[in-house]
């Protein structure tokens, strides 16, 4: 594999696994939900778009850190 083509994947893979975990995270922890039962947002239940949102962050994660994996690997060069 060409140089530029395994550093883009490592870019680009790393870049969008950092955003997909943060977004994922953030779906999580849901600071911007209340609810009359509990005071922490994190105890309210989560709705099915939530869910589905968060859902896919985390494919997008591990498809992500799988590309920047590949891409790590694919400059290794080994000699027999």
Do not use: E, H
Not at 19 to 48: E, H, K, N
Not at 54 to 77: E, P
């Amino acid at each position: 594999m060409r140089t530029r083509t395994s550093k883009a994947m490592i870019i680009g893979g790393t870049t969008f696994a950092i955003i997909s975990a943060v977004v994922s995270l953030i779906y999580f922890m849901q600071p911007w939900r209340t609810c009359p039962d509990d005071d922490a947002p994190a105890g309210c239940p989560m709705l099915p778009d939530d869910a589905a949102i968060m859902t896919a962050a985390l494919v997008v994660t591990l498809f992500a850190t799988a590309v920047a994996i590949a891409g790590a690997a694919s400059r290794r060069r080994i000699y027999f």
